[in-house]
Structure formats: C-alpha cells, structure tokens
C-alpha cells in the first residue's frame, strides 16, 4: 500500500479553489510524506503518494486507487489484503469490460455501420442503468412466466433515480449488495421499463400489474418506485426453506428467523448471513433461487414530493409491449388479476381549499391562483400506524395499501382500475373541457412548467393519453363482454358526471367558431358540477374504500366511454381552434397546444384563508390562457392518429415548418421561443434561450417525436430525420462534444446566444431517450407486433421489420457489407436476448414494413423448420415464444 496524502493544504497550500497544486511548488512528495498533516476541521483529499520514480523512455507506471465504503475502520486491513493481490486491480478491470459485455449481450447487433451496433448495445446499458435491468430468480429452471408460475419473480437491478451521479441536485443511492439497486422516479422507471418484455419475454404481465396496482383511489401515483420486496406469511414454510440452503441446525434458525420477520430483498439476505454468521449452502444461485420460488412478491413505493400529472401516461404503452408479445393473454391479464391501491399520505384539496387570491407578479392587482394543492394527511400517517412493527420500528407493507373501514386491502380487477383512472381523469378536464387540469400542484412530463399548476392549468399531452386509454378499455369491454366491478364511491362519482352531461345537452349549448376566450356558462356550469363529484368522491375514500362495488355490464362501460370519447374528441377540436400564440405564432401554424392557464374572471371570498393567511375564494367565470408551441403537443397528439398517414404528414410538415425546427441543427426544439412569456409559468423562463428547458433541443422529447414517425410508418421522414443527425449515433462529433453512442439531457440550439456551443450536448446521459430508442429499435429490427391473433384467435409470428438499404450496405460507414454464401445481404440481432436471427437482403433494399417470404428455424436439438410463408404458424411461434427450444431464425426477403 502506498502512503496517502489526507491533508489537502499539502497539496494545494490555502488555494480553496484547488486548481493549483501550490504545496508542491513548495515541497516534494518525500517532504510531505515526511512532515506531519492534519485533518480536522477541513475536507480530507486521498492522494496516493510515491517519493520518487524513474522511468526509462517507453516505460509507464500505473497508480492504482481504489475507493470504496466498509461498515467499520476495523475491516479496512482485510479489505486491503484483498486488493493489493498481486493482479487484482487488473483482474477486477477486465471483469468490468466483461460485465459489460453480459449485460448487453442480448442486443448484440450486426449491421455495416459498427458504430450504430455499439450505440444499440450502449443505449441499452444506460436504459437499464436508469429503469434496472430485470433478473429471473425463483424458478429459473423452466420457461414458464410470470404469470403462469408463482414461483417466478422478477427483480430489478441497477436501477436507481434518474440513471447517474451526473445529475448533482439527485438524492441518489444504491445499495451497496448482490443485486444492487436503488429508488427510481415513477416517470423515469414506467418508461425505462416499456420494452422489458420484449428482451425478457419471461417477465409476462409483471410490469404491468406493478404499474397499475400504484394506481391510488384518488388517480393519482406515487413519485419514487422501490424494488420489490419478498415475503414469507407461512412461518412453517420459511423453517423448512431455511434448512434446505444452510448446512447446519443453528444457520437454519437464523434464517428462518429471518425470513419470518418481515419483508426482504435478495441483496439483504447475503448480507444479513454475513453478519449473522449464518453457514448457507456454497451455491449462491440455489440459495437465492431456492428462498424467492416459495416467497412471495409485493411492490413497493414511497408518495415522494407531489402528485405529477403524467405518471399514468405510461400505461398504454406498457401493455402494448405486453400484447406485442402475449396477444393472447389480454383477457387474463385484464379481468382474471386482482390489485390493490396505492395509500399514500398525501390528499388533493378541493378548488376551496387551494384557489386563493393574490397579488400578481407585478403587485398591481389581483388573480386567483391555485396553491398548496396537496397536503401531508395526519389522518392517513395515523391510519399507516396500525402497521407500525413494535420489534423493528419500521412501517410494515400492508400500511402501502388502501383498505376498507373493515379492515381488508380493496383489490379491483386491472380493466376497473383503468376504467377508475379514466372516469377520474374525464372528470379532471378544465372548464373548456380540452386538458386534463394540474389540479394536483404538479405539471405532467415536461416538470419545467412548474408554475403552470398554480395558473390553474392544464395539459392537452394528459387528454390526448387520455382518449388512448378510453380507447383500450373500450376495445377490451367490447371484445369480452364482462362485467367490470368498481368501487361503490365511483359509480356514485360516474352517475354525476353523466347526469351533468344530460343537463349540458339539454342546455343546447353548441360551439360557436371562432370560440371566446371567456369560457361560456352552460361549460362553466359542467365543470363545476363534475369538479365537485370528483371532490366528493375523493372525500369518501380519503381514508377507507366501503367495500361496497357497483357491477357494471360489459356493454354499460362501452355505452359510457362512448360517449365521453366523443365529449375529448370535442375538446381536442376546442383545443386546436385555440391553437398556440407566442413570440412569432400568429396560431395559424396548426400544430396542436400543449397546455391552457384558466384566469378566474370571477370570484367571491368564502370567508376562510390558507396557512399563508391569504383569503380562499370560489371561482365564478373564468377565461382560457394561451401559450407558445411545444413539440409535446404533436408528439401526444401523434399518437391519436399514427393509422392515419394523411393527417400524420400533414402535421409533420406543419411541425417541419413552425417555430419548433432548429433549421441550423436540422432538429426540433422543445419549444418554441418563449419571448414574452410570463414567469408564473415555470422555470424555464429563468433560463437562456437554447439552455435546458427554453427552447434548447431535449433529446427526449425528440425522440418521442422521431418514435412517432416510425409508428406511423414515416419511413422517408422518420430516416431522413435519422441519418440527417437528428438521432444519435448520426450527429456531428465534433459539435456533439460527447461520445456519439451516448444520449444528452438536451442540446444547445441555434437560439442560444453563445453560437460556439450550438449543437452540443449537456447534462446526464442516462435519460429518458434510450426509452425511445430501445423502442426504435424495436420497430426497427422486429416490427409493431410479432406475435398477434389469426382470424381463429390462434398465436401467429410475424416480423416485419423497417431497416434502411444503409444498415445493409453504406460506403460511408467504417464496417463491411456483410453477405451469406448465396451472396445476399444479411443484417443480424437478437431476439429475446438470446435467439440469433439473420435477415438475408438480395438486393440490399429497403425493408419498409415488409415481412419476409421464408423463414428458416434451427432447433436446439438439430432439426431445421422451414415455413415458406410471411408469418410462422402457431405451433411453432409458440415455441419461438418460448425461446428455449430454438438456436436459430433466418428469415429471406
């Protein structure tokens, strides 16, 4: 071991800017090491330190400095005697490069462009890094899913907030234990986790039961996602497992102490043998394995710091990554599947609780704002205390879980409790009825808006979300014609809403173009009415659910989304009349709105005040606030109408040519130029123009859009976009200023004043944009839906790829064109993470939605199966499916 300099003044004399190293201008390494340092009262440096060093020309030296953590000092020379073995340092760094290679091993990719190979395998690696990477752990042995076999359980590793320490404002943490991991943001962790089942096939419903079991009374989500836990309810059952993976009497007590004292992760169990001297079985996977197949599962979440508009949008697509694969199993997944609610201990106050009057920005007269949306419920942390363990201290998981006055965790089916989050989102709309309101004191996806809540505002991005899942509940009730059972309180909220929408068509009220600013009172009358449902449905199950339900038909739910589909619809149009307006929008531009303020025209004082002592009013009138274009908007509404082409080039040309494309960089703004705007809408008007989230270029919104095209099959766009440097790895090194496999937070635009840094990337690289690219790439290589329903509702499997000429064949790329024996074209990947499949191109052609002609299977066993067809017959894309069986697919186009 080499000497370590801890007192930095001996580095760096009193330089507190640490730039300089003055105490070595004064002495020498030896002189420090020989003179005595301090450490108190200052911040300690850790320099390994040689006296002295020749070097031959040609020859190098290497200081290996390896930093860690250690629960006591007196562990620190057996640490030590570790990692001074001779060729430690070197074996550990090789094991790194290694682990690497493993763990992106399952979207090896073979093209002629090297480069674009080595992005997939990094966006992946940073995807997981962000949304974890799921293990199978209990029943590894089959091939079962989770859904079939409760002895398989899924477990996240590597995950953590936001993906990286490169983000310095992150509470972040990771525990330091086999399968490590730590807390993600709801946000980040829906959308890193889309594509899980399409590289992890055995995950099945997982993700989506997870998601949709967070989903509160009051449709609202939790902010932080925890890894899930494990759980024994059988103390016989966790003593008989304890004896099978220790190796002694004593071990075995412990540990089935253990595992009958409470929840548990698999990282804390080795740790906790450790420390307890427990003699476990020397397989580590059997232990592990063993323990989890006889456990069971549970998720776990913490309320966090707000209520965010845009945790639910997620959803949709989680199960159409699901159905992509499992076609077949939506009925189950959806009506024969039990979740419970999220309690957290936060409450939404109602309009009189939060809408207060105050002075506006410039102290010249008074608005009407909405504050303090949320507050911390004594009532419901009292409630959480029942569970409160007296041996350990700690809340136990039944507390997480919302119950009825009698004492049961309330559990609906997954179709009711999409059905509950769209009659609660449906009775969220504003006044106009166009965006869902922020009435939870936090913005949706873009957090930059952060004052749009308090300008009692709303998100069109949250309403056209909306309309999709109205659509798939729709679609699901209409296909299966089952009951669908709700909480009693609901169907009381969902009567109401139906009853206003009678008394708002017998108004005969009808939309009048061009639609006033000032919203009309028949509208004002309906939002009022429905608000205050919602406001007491809330109320009622604050605390407990009754435990009454309410059964609606199959053919009841469809009649009702039916006609709340046609009153979104009705909004949207509202929505795109109002349009945008800002600095150089004159609105004509007919790129659809991202969000409203409402401005209370009229009010009148109840009387009471919040804790800030300002005085709470009822809203009387009220008129709609205009912003500026964000790419949002068309990204959402994009999705709407990806079956539609016209529509879809016409609003990539309109977007082509608005204030959202950056003409010198070829990319797309988040938004367009806020000039003017005030500072009540959020933060970002703080910042320069071009610079994080004003008008900068953020890689994920842009992905997104760029995803949209490829959905809609854009393919001459979407690939222009692509190779023109709009995505990664096809941008300018050299204006990047990042490796080009690795994603930015945003990229400063040709709005920001400093010209030398347009087109450079900043920030973290563990974004939300290797979502969108794992999604890309999916599309790219797989197709929307290779496993769907023949016209029997049998299990077919297609793959229809969109892959350009230029991954076949591209003289401008670093690779060779690769080719077969015949002299074909070929392009390689993986599919499930681990069944090798090989395009075989004649001509090097586009392939733009096309499937291919033949394709030839290799089995483990030897056999060859050859189907001369564009899709693969059921009995064999079962066993593709299942993915143990098969070594090998070529398909020919």
Known sequence: LLPIVFDKDKVFGKSTSLESPLGLHASSVGEILDNPQYGDAKTSSSFAAIRSITLKPGENFTVASVYGRADHVTEVPGIAEIVTAPGFVAKKFARARTLINELTMGVETNTTNPLFDST????????????????????????????????????????????????????????????????????????????????????????????????????????TVEAQVYLYEDPDQAEKIAAEVTVDAKSAEILGNVLKGGPFRPGQLFELCDQLKINRTDDNSMFINTILAASSDHAMAVFGTGYWADHWDYYIDLIEAYLAIFPDGEEELMYDNELAYFFSTATVRPRAEKYVLDYTFDGTSKHVIQLDATYYDMGKAQEQEDFRSNRTGLLGIEASWQRTKGGETFKSSPIAKLFLLASIKFAMRDAWGMGVEYEGGRPGWLDSMNGLPGMVGSGMPETYELLLLMKYVKKVVDSYDREVVVPSELATMVTTVEASLDKLKSASYKDEFPLPNDVPEPLFEYWDEVATA????????????????????????????????????????RAHSFGTIGFGDDGTSGVPPSFFSYDVTEWEETGKFNDMG??????????????????????????????DQDKLVDMYERVLSSGLRDHELKMYYLSASLEGQT????????????????????????????????????????????????????????????????????????????????????????????????????????????????????????????????????KTADGKAQKDEDGQYVVSFKLFGQIPVTYHNPDASDLFGVSPNKYVITMKDGSVETVEDSYVPTKLALKIRRATKVASIDAYF
Not at 558 to 568: G, H, T, Y
Not at 708 to 726: A, M, V
Not at 749 to 769: C, E, K, N, T, V
């Open 614 to 643: 300002l005085p709470l009013v009822n809203a009387k009138a009220m008129k709609v606030g205009i912003f500026p274009m964000f790419l949002e908007g068309p990204v959402r509404y994009m999705k709407t109408i990806q079956d």
């Open 534 to 573: 919602r406001e007491i449905y809330r109320d009622d199950v604050e605390y407990y659910f009754s435990g009454n339900t309410t059964t609606y038909t199959g053919k009841e739910v469809s009649k009702i989304l039916k006609r709340w589909i046609s009153e979104v619809e009705l909004g949207i149009e």
């Open 120 to 223: 997939v395998r990094q966006m992946f690696l940073d995807n997981s890094l962000r949304g974890g990477i799921p293990t199978i752990l209990g029943n590894i042995d089959d091939d079962t899913t989770y859904d079939e076999d409760p002895s398989v359980k899924v477990y996240h590793s590597f995950s953590r907030i936001h993906g990286d320490l490169e983000r310095d404002y992150n509470a972040f943490k990771i525990d330091p234990t086999y399968f490590s991991q730590g807390p993600g943001n709801y946000r980040d962790v829906a959308q890193n986790r889309r594509n899980d089942v399409t590289f992890f096939p055995r995950m099945g419903g997982f993700d989506v039961k997870q998601f949709l079991s967070f989903i509160q009374a009051d449709g609202y989500e939790p902010l």
């Open 679 to 810: 500072y009540d809408m959020g933060r970002q008007i703080a910042f320069a123009p071009g610079w994080l989230e004003n008008q900068s270029i953020w890689m994920h919104m842009s992905y997104k859009y760029y995803l949209q095209l490829l959905r809609g099959k854009l393919y001459d766009q979407f690939f222009s976009e692509y190779k023109g440097g709009g995505i990664l790895p096809f941008m300018n090194s050299t204006t990047y200023g990042r490796p080009l496999t690795e994603c930015s937070s945003f990229i400063a635009s040709s709005a920001f004043p400093d010209p030398s840094i347009h087109g450079m990337g900043f920030l973290a690289r563990l974004s939300g944009s290797t979502a969108e690219f794992m999604d890309i790439y999916k599309l790219m290589f797989l197709g929307p839906k290779i496993f769907y329903l023949n016209k029997a509702g049998e299990v077919e499997f297609q793959l229809t790829p969109a892959l350009p000429s230029w991954l076949f064949e591209d």
